[in-house]
């Protein structure tokens, strides 16, 4: 894997999920920062890039939002993962572990 | 869904989401510069640093809204807002074009208005798909008859009467049903005060003086006061108790007829004083409804219902045959059904042309404007808007504007129907019809608006997806699509010429048959009658004082001056009141029996004040009283139906009851019960012979002298001021009514007729403004070649010509289909009357020369220099 990945396709609302299901509730710089730490500079993320999926995460229901004050007093919206945010979070990841082992097997057969 | 319902909301707030997406956007940018600026940074590059690292902010909020809304609805908002400018831009054209669609949107609401009055909308009753209606008239004896022996839930009897009620300060005529005793039971309907009558107070004739009156009655004559429920009020004279209200807009069961009170059936003598039916078997005059078993089909009731019937009629067969037919309730025994059902579908039948001329109309309006702006539409795609998204954009505008057109209709429609319910038909008893209705009609008009929009708009949206950009970019305004021979616009004109042609000649068929109704022989002469009705019955005469007040009140009206003739009958022929009879020859073996002959009861001079020529025999005199020989008049289509061949003066007939009757005279056959009947029987009998409590005064004015119907009710008054006065009017008054009908065509149709005309003059103006525009250049040059105007004018009008005569002769050749279903809605007309063709050809060439003149005038100005210059 090159050092600067782009963002598998689909991947990053599983992440942005893990990742409020993790921590609890986050503004979208934290998370973004969250995602960057995980991915120990491997990953080329386009911080803005998480907003959209922040917002399709919500349109869905899985996550909601609200306005709170940051750690270094700036006002920001926070978000926090939902019950059935939870629920989809587990099924994604279910569903991704499988999708790599398959790859993986596959790969592995050569 | 729950998205999409988020990306609806994400529309309609949508500014307070940009906001929110800004800031969020801002406060990312700044807690990520804090961060850098913690790396050390200064803060200019801390800044950078941060833009670099959030990575491109106005791609992210494009992907952001489209992901945030549902773009097919953003770019609907773009269309939607650029058709609204442009409609602004162009206000004529809009008016002229929403106008257009309103007026044949509104026209085919109304006729579908008076198709769901008559054919759709149901009576407010429960159940009402197991309630039919039985055949014409029947019987009371024949009704119980059957009541006993038809296996169906119920078999409802009533019949319209006429009643004086006393509610202080005046007695005043009221109209109503007397009504079988489960007429409300049956029908399912809940009181809205009181309760309702029952068949136990409906069982012994006379025993039951109680009455249910409406609601609106109600309101006007008792001030909906709930102490009126339980009180008592005379009717006729004698007390009857007020049991209850019927609930608010229940009109009974007729569709054209409201009535205000409610009295059991078996009150009849106490109600129509002086002729007592309920226990005659010849007196056909109660309208019977049914309501059918819902667990078998209609089929299986209605065959049983036949055989009853049938075997019924073997028993009585004196009495004339008896049929069963089942229709949908409200048209007095389906005996207005089928004329108001042809009304009503060729009404919308014409309609529907007529939208469909609308829509032709809209669709080479909008087509010409498409044309015009070729320009545009070709810069739009020339800078890269996909055809669909071009295309989508004129679909817009079409559908916009057929929706104001619509909307606009709809209200005209809401106007109209509104007005025609309120008005109350011009005759004595409450005839009314109800056409407003639930939100159906809205629906409609705006379901054909929407329908209209599209239809109308592919064709400019298919014209724009077909441009030739190259050919258009370079300026040859006419040359982006390939001409043909015969244009789609010139189609459409014809389209409209056609059917302007069908409308015209249904207009001018009705005003034909009104023409015709208007001038067909009566019979009689109507012209110079004053005429005043009352009702002996309502003031409870005895026969001795009913005898004397037919003197009285004739030698009252003799003493008035100007008269030249005066009679007394019970009434006269095309008055609302007309009743029938079964007449047979004696002896009776042999049987040719008359159903349904009108008669009178009339005094001497009668046929003379009316004018109807005696051709045998002699009138009736004052020797022909109660204690006389009964003897009787007839027309000369009953002499010939009970005699055929044969003289029939001094022959013997029965009408049932009594004694055998001798015919003394014949008179002239004429109109009795409609302008447009066919020759029908008719016998007239000695009023003193056969006395009737309807008693009309009939006054023939000399020449020059002027009698009034109120001269005809004072004359009554000083005989006697009790009496009441139902009707005075003229003769023409009197005529009036059957000629409403006619009037009604010529209104409904003759509005059509004339729509379509506006129609057929715009778009054809329309057409040829449009025309001369185009082809300003090709005038030009042929002018600057030296071309005449003569010539010029022919290139300009032949076209036009030719689209005319096409669409006239196609017009022509569905007349050939319409015209017979026409003459079917509009009495006594026959749809083929050259003299009709040769006056639409009038109007269309009016039309046409009306419309063209304009623009011809405008070609003919066209200067060569500038023509050539500009493009």
């Known amino acids: 894997m090159s050092p600067n990945a782009e963002v598998p396709y689909g991947t990053l609302d599983l992440m942005v999920l893990k990742t409020l299901a993790g921590l609890g509730p986050l503004h979208g710089y934290g998370i973004a920062r969250r995602i960057e730490q995980v991915a120990e500079g491997t990953l080329a993320l386009n911080q803005g890039t998480i907003y959209p999926a922040l917002l399709r995460l919500e349109q869905q229901g899985w996550i909601k939002s609200g306005w709170g004050t940051s750690e270094n007093n700036r006002r920001a919206r926070f978000y926090s993962i939902t019950a059935t945010g939870k629920k989809r979070l587990a099924a994604e990841a279910d569903s991704w572990a499988r999708t790599v082992a398959i790859v993986n097997r596959l790969l592995a057969t050569d | ?871």
Not at chain 2, 129 to 142: A, F, G
């Open chain 2, 1 to 871: 869904m729950r998205a999409l319902f988020s990306r609806v909301a994400d529309i309609l707030f949508r500014r307070s989401r940009d906001r929110r997406l800004d800031e969020e956007v801002q406060s990312h940018l700044d807690l990520l510069t804090d961060e850098f600026i913690a790396k050390g940074l200064s803060e200019p590059d801390a800044r950078l640093a941060a833009r670099r690292a959030f990575g491109g902010v106005d791609q992210m909020k494009e992907q952001y809204r489209d992901q945030r809304s549902l773009p097919f609805f953003d770019t609907l908002a773009q269309d939607v807002k650029f058709s609204i400018r442009l409609m602004r831009k162009d206000a004529l054209f809009t008016i002229t074009a929403a106008g257009s669609l309103a007026l044949s949107i509104a026209a085919l609401t109304m006729a579908f208005s008076i198709v769901n009055a008559f054919v759709f909308k149901p009576l407010p009753i429960a159940d009402e798909r197991s309630v039919y209606s039985l055949n014409d008239t029947w019987s009371y004896p024949d009704l119980k008859d059957l009541e006993a022996r038809l296996d169906v839930e119920a078999l409802i009897g009533y019949r319209i009467s006429m009643m004086s009620v006393g509610v202080k300060p005046e007695t005043s005529i009221l109209w109503g049903y007397l009504a079988t005793g489960n007429y409300f039971q049956a029908l399912g309907i809940t009181p809205a005060a009181g309760r309702f009558f029952t068949p136990a107070e409906d069982a012994a004739p006379g025993a039951s003086p109680y009455a249910v009156i409406s609601y609106d009655t109600w309101q006007s004559r008792f001030g909906g006061r709930p102490d009126a429920i339980g009180g008592s009020v005379s009717i006729n004279g004698r007390p009857f108790t007020i049991l209850g209200v019927a609930p608010r807009g229940f009109q009974g069961t007729e569709v054209f007829y409201r009535p205000e009170v409610w009295v059991p059936m078996t009150m009849q003598a106490e109600i129509e004083v002086g002729s007592t039916w309920l226990a005659n078997r010849q007196t056909r005059n109660v309208m019977v409804l049914t309501r059918l078993r819902n667990d078998r089909p209609r089929e299986v009731s209605e065959a049983q219902m036949r055989t009853v019937v049938t075997q019924l009629s073997k028993e009585h067969p004196r009495h004339g045959p008896l049929t069963l037919r089942l229709s949908r309730p409200g048209m007095f025994g389906d005996q207005l059904g089928a004329p108001a059902r042809a009304f009503a579908w060729g009404l919308f039948g014409l309609g529907a042309l007529l939208m469909l001329a609308g829509c032709s109309n809209l669709a080479g309006l909008l087509l010409a404007r498409g044309n015009d702006r070729t320009r545009e539409i070709v810069l739009r795609a020339a800078v890269g808007a996909g055809r669909m998204r071009i295309a989508r954009q004129l679909l817009t505008e079409s559908i916009l504007l057929a929706l104001c057109g619509g909307a606009a209709g709809a209200a005209i429609a809401w106007a109209g129907t509104r007005a025609v319910s309120a008005w109350r038909l011009p005759t004595e008893l409450p005839a009314q019809l109800d056409l407003t209705a639930d939100s159906t009609i809205t629906l409609f008009a705006i379901a054909a608006s929407l329908v209209v929009g599209t239809i109308v708009g592919i064709a400019p949206a298919r014209f724009a997806t077909r441009l030739d950009l190259n050919q258009s970019l370079k300026g040859h305004a006419d040359s982006g699509v390939r001409s043909r021979r015969f244009q789609g616009r010139e189609i459409l004109v014809a389209v409209q010429v056609a059917l302007c042609v069908v409308l015209l000649h249904a207009s001018f068929l009705a005003v034909r048959g009104l023409q015709r109704a208007s001038t067909a022989s009566l019979g009689w002469n109507p012209s110079g009658l004053v005429m005043a009705a009352t009702e002996l019955g309502l003031a409870r005469y005895p026969h001795e004082q009913f005898l004397s007040y037919i003197d009285r009140v004739r030698d009252e009206a003799r003493q008035l001056p100007g008269v030249q003739s005066v009679s007394v009958s019970n009434s006269m022929p095309l008055h609302l009141d007309q009743s029938n009879t079964v007449i047979y020859a004696l002896p009776a073996t042999e049987p040719p029996v008359v159903t349904g002959a009108s008669y009178y009861s009339v005094s001497p001079g009668f046929f003379a004040n009316l004018q109807i020529p005696l051709r045998e025999g002699r009138d009736f005199t004052e020797f022909d009283g109660p204690d006389a020989p009964a003897v009787a008049i007839v027309n000369t289509v009953l002499a010939e139906r009970l005699f055929p061949g044969q003289n029939a003066i001094g022959r013997q007939v029965s009408n049932g009851r009594g004694h055998p009757i001798a015919i003394a005279g014949i008179v002239n056959s004429g109109k009795y019960v409609g302008i447009g009947e066919t020759p029908r029987a008719a016998i007239f009998f000695p009023l003193k012979q056969f006395y009737s409590t309807s008693s009309m005064l009939i006054v023939r004015t000399s020449s020059g002298a002027s009698l009034t119907p109120e001269d005809l009710r004072a004359v009554i008054r000083r005989v006697d001021p009790n009496l009441p006065i139902r009707t005075a009017a003229t003769g023409e008054q009197l005529t009036a009514f059957p000629l409403l009908p006619y009037r009604a065509g010529v209104i409904a149709l003759g509005l059509l007729g004339v729509i379509a005309s506006g129609l057929l003059l715009s778009g054809l103006h329309a057409m040829l403004a449009y025309a001369v525009i185009r082809r300003r250049r090709e005038i030009g040059i042929r002018m600057a070649l030296g071309a005449d105007r003569a010539t010029v004018i022919r290139t300009v009008v032949s076209r036009v010509i030719k689209t005319i005569a096409i669409g006239g002769a196609a017009g022509a050749i569905l007349t050939v289909g319409t015209g017979p279903a026409i003459s079917s809605m509009v009495l006594g007309v026959s749809p083929r009357e050259p003299a009709l063709l040769a006056a639409i050809g009038g109007v269309v060439a009016v039309i046409a020369a009306a419309s063209c003149a304009g623009p011809i005038r405008r070609s003919l100005g066209v200067d060569p220099v500038i023509a050539l210059r500009t493009d």
